[in-house]
C-alpha cells in the first residue's frame, strides 16, 4: 500500500469519521462536561503526551503505535499483518492521525472550534458529512473514538504501557513480550470497551489461549493467520500450561491497571487460575541432585578447554549460581564493582545502575559470597580483572535482547544436555530451586531464604514494612550451611588455570 495515495486517503477518512463520530455524541450531551461520561480534565494532555513521546521514542514507537495502525487496518476491512511486519512508517503515520483526533476533542472541549481540523486547516477542507470505511461487511466505527462508556481495550493497552516505560520497569525483551500477548488477547475478545470486560469475556479468553499452538509467535505456518484460523488447525501442538498462565497473568496485570485508573470497579480476571495439577511433567523445574552436582563439576575442567574465549566464565557462573541461587542474567551482568565489601562480609550487589536490569524491586540487594568461593580463589580472578581495568566480571559475555546471559544460556544448556542429564526439567534456574531446598531443609527461616534470593517475603506487616533488610552477616550464617561436598584442592587449581584467560 503506497504513500501518500491509498493510505492517505484511508488515514483522511478514519480521521474524519472518527471525530465526525464524536461530533455528532456531542450533539446528544455525550462528552461534554456535566455530561456522560466524565472526562477528567488531564485524559487529553495525558493520551497526547503519549503519542508525541512514541513520536521521538523508538522504545515506545511500536508499542504504541500498533494498536492503533490495527484499529485503522480494522476499520478499513484491510488484512491484518503480523505486528512486527506492520512498517514503521504506517506505525508513524498512524500515531500522527490520532494525535489530529485527540488535539482536535481536546480542543472541542473547551468549546475552541476555530482548531485545525474544524476550521478546514488540516486533514483537508472538504469532509464527507459521514465518511463510511470500505465496504467490508464490518460495520464497527473507528477504534479510537471516545465513546461514552471510557477507553477502549487498545487504549488501556497504550496507557498501561506508556506508564511501565516511563517507570523502566520492563526491557526491550519484557515490552516485546508483552506486546505479542496484548496483541493475541485483541485478537480473541477484539477492541471493545474496557467496561464491557467481564468474567465471561476472561475465561473465554483463557479458554482460547490453552488451545494456542506452541511458538505461535515463531512458526511462519501462523504469520498470516488470524486467531480462528489457527485455531482451526487440526493436530496442534497447545502452549505448556505454563505459558497460558503468564497470558492470563498479563491480562490480569492490565485490567488491574484500569482498576487503578477508575475504569472497572473490580478485575474480572481476578482470581482465574491454571489448575497446576494439570501442568505438563517437563514444566516443573527440578533441582541438582548430589550426583548431578558431581558430574557438572567434574566435566567443567573439559567444557572449559573447548572454549576459546569464555574459560573463566564457564568456571566460575555455575559455581556461583550453585553457591549463591542468584539468577543467571544477575550473575552475568556484574560489574567490577559491583563485588565490595559490605559490613565486612564480601559481597555481589545485585542492582540496576547503568545498562543492567532487575527482575522485581526485592531483586535488589546484597548477597555475601560463599566462602567456598573465596577459598578456592574468586577475589583473585576479581582482583585480575581489577588490575586490568575491565568494566565488568566477565568480558566475553556480550549483551544482546535477552540481555548478558543469553549467550551463556545455550551454551550451558547444550553442554548440560550432552554431559551431565537429560532431563529437561534440570537447568541453571535449577541452582535456585536448589539453594532454596538445601536451606529448607536446614530449617533456615523463609524470610532470610527469600532475601537471599530475592523474593518478597509476605510477612507480617511489621516486619515487610517497618523492618529493615537482613544484614549480610545474618544472611551468610545460612550461605554457609550450603555444602556439596566439593574438593577444595581441585577446584582451586582449575580456577588458577583461567586467570590468564580474561579477555581485554
Same mark, same amino acid.
Given at each position: ?155 488501556? %493497552?497504550? =496507557?498501561? $504501557?506508556? +506508564?511501565?516505560? /516511563? ?8 515490552? !516485546? *513480550? ?114 548431578? %552436582?558431581? =558430574?557438572? $563439576?567434574? +566435566?567443567?575442567? /573439559? ?8 574459560? !573463566? *566464565? ?191
Amino acid at each position: 500500500m503506497a504513500f501518500p495515495t491509498e493510505m492517505g486517503r484511508l488515514l483522511t477518512d478514519y480521521v474524519h469519521a472518527d471525530l465526525n463520530a464524536d461530533e455528532t455524541k456531542r450533539a446528544e450531551g455525550l462528552g461534554l462536561a456535566g455530561g456522560e461520561p466524565d472526562i477528567p480534565d488531564d485524559y487529553y494532555e495525558e493520551v497526547l503526551g503519549t503519542l508525541e513521546e512514541a513520536l521521538h521514542d523508538t522504545r515506545l514507537q511500536r508499542a504504541i503505535g500498533y494498536p492503533h495502525a490495527r484499529s485503522i487496518l480494522t476499520w478499513a476491512g484491510k488484512p491484518q499483518p503480523p505486528s512486527a511486519q506492520i512498517s514503521p512508517r504506517l506505525l508513524r503515520e498512524a500515531i500522527k492521525a490520532r494525535i489530529v483526533i485527540e488535539s482536535t476533542k481536546r480542543e472541542r472541549n473547551l468549546g475552541r472550534y476555530n482548531n485545525d481540523y474544524d476550521s478546514g486547516r488540516r486533514y483537508g477542507v472538504a469532509r464527507p458529512a459521514s465518511p463510511k470505511p470500505p465496504t467490508t461487511g464490518n460495520s464497527a466505527g473507528p477504534s479510537g473514538s471516545c465513546a461514552p462508556d471510557g477507553l477502549l481495550l487498545s487504549e488501556l %493497552i497504550q =496507557k498501561f $504501557v506508556r +506508564e511501565k516505560m /516511563a517507570k523502566t520497569c520492563w526491557t526491550q525483551k519484557t515490552l !516485546a *513480550e508483552n506486546e505479542a500477548i496484548y496483541e493475541i488477547l485483541l485478537a480473541i475478545v477484539g477492541d471493545i470497551s474496557v467496561r464491557d470486560l467481564n468474567r465471561d469475556t476472561m475465561v473465554g479468553f483463557l479458554e482460547k489461549v490453552q488451545k494456542l499452538p506452541a511458538n505461535i509467535h515463531k512458526d511462519p505456518r501462523f504469520s498470516e493467520m488470524g486467531v480462528a484460523e489457527i485455531l482451526a488447525v487440526p493436530d496442534l501442538i497447545s502452549i505448556s500450561q505454563s505459558t497460558a498462565g503468564k497470558y492470563l497473568r498479563r491480562a490480569a496485570s492490565l485490567l488491574e491497571h484500569a482498576v487503578t485508573l477508575g475504569i472497572l470497579h473490580r478485575n474480572p480476571a481476578k482470581g482465574l487460575t491454571i489448575d497446576r495439577d494439570h501442568r505438563q511433567e517437563h514444566e516443573e523445574r527440578h533441582i541438582y541432585s548430589r550426583q548431578n %552436582i558431581s =558430574k557438572l $563439576v567434574g +566435566e567443567i575442567p /573439559a567444557w572449559i578447554h573447548r572454549s576459546h574465549t569464555m574459560k !573463566a *566464565e564457564r568456571f566460575w557462573i555455575p559455581l556461583i549460581g550453585m553457591y549463591s541461587g542468584m539468577r543467571l542474567d544477575e550473575i552475568c551482568q556484574l560489574h567490577a564493582d559491583d563485588v565490595r565489601q559490605v559490613d565486612g562480609i564480601w559481597c555481589l550487589d545485585v542492582n540496576s545502575r547503568g545498562e543492567k536490569k532487575i527482575k522485581t524491586a526485592s531483586s535488589r540487594r546484597c548477597v555475601p559470597i560463599h566462602p567456598f568461593l573465596l577459598e578456592i580463589g574468586f577475589l583473585k580472578y576479581w582482583q585480575t580483572v581489577c588490575d586490568a581495568g575491565l568494566p565488568r566480571v566477565w568480558m566475553s559475555l556480550k549483551r544482546n535482547k535477552n540481555g548478558f546471559g543469553g549467550t551463556f544460556s545455550k551454551r550451558f544448556g547444550d553442554f548440560h544436555r550432552a554431559k551431565v542429564t537429560m532431563d529437561r526439567r534440570v537447568v541453571f534456574h535449577s541452582f535456585r530451586h536448589t539453594v532454596a531446598d538445601e536451606l529448607k531443609q536446614k530449617g533456615v527461616r523463609d524470610a532470610i531464604v527469600c532475601a537471599l534470593l530475592g523474593h518478597k517475603h509476605n510477612g507480617s506487616e511489621s516486619s515487610c514494612r517497618y523492618g529493615k533488610a537482613y544484614q549480610p552477616t545474618t544472611v551468610l550464617e545460612a550461605v554457609r550451611t550450603l555444602d556439596y561436598g566439593l574438593d577444595v584442592d581441585v577446584l582451586r587449581q582449575i580456577a588458577d588455570s583461567v586467570l590468564g584467560e580474561i579477555p581485554r
